[in-house]
């Protein structure tokens, strides 16, 4: 790596750093202050802080990073809270019922998620309410286990055993133990190659799939751990209210409360739910605290009006005017990159080109009664450019999403060579995507809310797990791809051909063997189309076998060793880049007789 990337990679840490000390002082702070104060009162205040910013911590796992707004968390709350309580008589301590608790809730959120996870924004949060709903009336409908309406009484038997004590301040570092364990867990999830795969899959699922990553398993993963530190919470606040009912325990006003807390603090931040919690329960308690009985239901009013003003004047929460502020900071861009690319007189001779890599064999694939691929066969070999042109609405987009796992054909098949060069036929575009197939998508699909650098990174981590490798390589790649001054800057403010061109960094970050291009040069103008007609060269010459889609005739005649043409779903011709253009179907169906002028042989 060149010298010049070295301040790049350190500069973040400095940041990090400030923040890590921010962080601690914040915690001890929330730890420190009931402690000195000894008020039964304030402690009550700060064992709620810290397990409704636990609770908020844990449901932005699933809610924030993978985007699905769950309205259904009291769920796993409740299963912790009932099966502590429910082992309590048999002599089990409930820090054993905590992990049963857990994983009970981790098996239901996965058995939730399954179905759920097909289902999009409101459809989702709809279906959590309804699993909810469910499982409330089972908990108030088998009385003999849950003590139905009445709810049921835990045993008060108190020590370090048993969760419950006389003092509040074992109380109090449970809770706060509870805080820092769940911050732990989803910091750690954030910065790592799952907390990258779960942003990138809320922002695109189809970019996140064809870069590699199970967008459902993934998913599944981050409910499993949400669900499983939810009900964590639930155990301790059940043995710490020492009594159960649940209308309680499985309430879904809970469940918003829950949701509300991130969303005012910052969802999809580490510590925004953090933030939102400390803001809001102490107004609430203190409110409670201040007019008692007086102003029943008044904790309502205040969510409301502080979500309301959150919603206008910060709509990305608390944390999101820290990140503002810290951005702006660091706003500290170096000039000049690492050399991009070899000179084109410096690179090797092209070695000839090998066996086929990509067979496509006779697919077929209709939408209902338009039959969008007929019969299409064709075979990219090893070191070769094969360019796909035809008029709009050919179906190349169809034959392409058919040779990367998007689409299944009707009939035909798909086989890819895998390095050690067996045949496969992968099915998901992640399993194109491991046997070796990268692709682009015509409309681009940036993970807006990243920034260049991580999303070339999503890209990265297919071969390089951890952050720090795929860190690195990302950043060669921006470099080879000219992307390296707009490394920091987030994917949503790039011009048309700099999303062109972090497209295809992603991918290439993913070291992949083909590489399979969507009209890169659509929109591009002619300094951009020779520019990424270079980098493609370039690409090619680095052993990547292309397929490309493209209108820019410019860039067909110049990259291709083979082209094939499509026409109302059939290939109807195929072979040089020269003889095609001057093929008569060709020229009728597509090219017209202006460009045969044009270009005379
Ligand atoms: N999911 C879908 N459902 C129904 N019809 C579809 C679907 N996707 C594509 N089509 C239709 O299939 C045909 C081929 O579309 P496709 O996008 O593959 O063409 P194309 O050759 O890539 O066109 P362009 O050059 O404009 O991108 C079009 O008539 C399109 O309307």
Redesign the pocket.
């Known amino acids: 790596m060149n010298d010049m990337t070295v301040p790049a990679t350190q500069r973040p840490a400095r940041r990090v750093d400030a923040a890590s000390i921010g962080v601690a002082a914040l915690l001890a702070l929330i730890l420190a202050v009931p402690l000195l104060v000894g008020d039964d009162f304030v402690s009550h205040v700060f064992i709620t802080i810290c397990l409704y910013g636990a609770l908020a911590t844990a449901w932005n796992i699933v809610g924030g990073f993978a985007g699905q707004l769950s309205l259904g968390h009291a769920i796993f709350y409740g299963i912790g809270a009932y099966t502590a309580a429910l082992l309590v008589p048999y002599g089990i301590s409930p820090w054993i019922g905590m992990l049963g608790g857990a994983l009970v809730s981790a098996l239901v959120g996965v058995g939730i998620g399954l179905p759920c996870f097909r289902l999009r924004g409101p459809f989702f949060a709809l279906a959590t309410i309804a699993f909810l709903q469910v499982i409330r009336l089972l908990a108030l409908h088998f009385t003999g286990l849950t003590g139905g309406a009445v709810g049921l009484m835990v045993p008060l038997q108190t020590g370090w055993q048993w969760m419950i004590f006389f003092d509040r301040w074992p109380s109090l570092l449970i809770a706060f133990g509870m805080l820092a364990f769940t911050l732990a867990v989803s910091g750690w999830i954030r910065h790592s190659r799952f907390g990258y795969y779960l942003v990138a899959t809320r922002e695109r699922e189809p970019a996140a799939a064809a870069a590699g990553v199970n967008t459902l398993r993934i998913r599944l993963a981050a409910v499993a751990v949400s669900a499983a530190l939810t009900s964590m919470v639930g155990t301790f606040h059940g043995m710490y209210l020492t009594f159960i009912e649940p209308e309680a325990m499985f309430s879904l006003a809970f469940s918003v409360q829950i949701a509300m807390f991130a969303l005012i603090g910052g969802i999809g931040t580490v510590l925004g739910p953090l933030f939102g919690t400390l803001l809001v329960v102490p107004l609430t308690e203190l409110a409670r605290g201040w007019l008692g009985a007086s102003a029943l239901g008044l904790h309502g009013f205040v969510y409301g009006t502080v979500l309301v003003l959150i919603v206008l004047f910060l709509p990305d929460g608390l944390a999101g005017l820290l990140r503002r502020k810290t951005a702006s900071d660091a706003a500290d861009v170096e000039a000049g990159a690492p050399a991009a690319s070899v000179p084109a007189e410096a690179r090797p001779a092209r070695p000839p080109l090998g066996e086929p890599i990509l067979v496509a064999e006779h697919l077929n694939k209709r939408?209902?009664g338009?039959a969008?691929?007929t019969d299409v066969s064709l075979s990219l070999r090893q070191g070769e450019v094969l360019g796909i042109i035809?008029?709009?609405?050919?179906?190349?987009?169809?034959?392409?999403?058919q040779l990367s796992g998007f689409?299944a054909p009707q009939s035909g098949v798909v086989r890819v060579r895998l390095a050690d060069g067996s045949l496969v036929t992968p099915a998901t575009p992640h399993g194109f995507a491991h046997a070796g197939v990268g692709r682009t998508f015509?409309i681009v699909q940036p993970f807006a809310a990243m920034t260049v650098l991580e999303n070339i990174m999503i890209g990265a981590f297919h071969r390089h797990p951890g952050r720090a490798e795929a860190r690195e390589k990302a950043l060669e790649t921006a470099a080879r791809m000219g992307l390296w001054s707009q490394r920091d800057l987030e994917a949503r403010s790039l011009t048309i051909g700099g999303l062109k061109r972090l497209e295809v960094a992603r991918v290439m970050a993913m070291e992949p063997r083909i590489l399979l291009l969507?009209?890169v040069m659509a929109g591009l103008n002619q300094t951009d189309v020779r520019r990424a007609i270079r980098m493609i060269e370039q690409i090619r010459d680095d052993g990547v076998s292309i397929i490309a889609?493209e209108?820019v005739m410019q860039a067909i005649m110049a990259l291709s060793d083979h082209v094939v043409v499509?026409n109302s779903?059939r290939v109807i011709a195929e072979g040089q880049p020269k003889e095609v253009v001057r093929d008569p179907m060709v020229i009728e169906a597509y090219l017209g007789k202006d460009f045969v002028d044009a270009h005379p042989a």
């Not at 035809?390 to 999403?401: C, D, Q, S």
Request: hydrophobic fraction near 35%; charge should be negative; proline fraction near 4%.
């Open positions: 939408f209902g338009l969008v691929t035809g008029p709009n609405g050919a179906g190349k987009t169809t034959l392409f999403n689409l015509q969507d009209e889609i209108h499509l779903g």
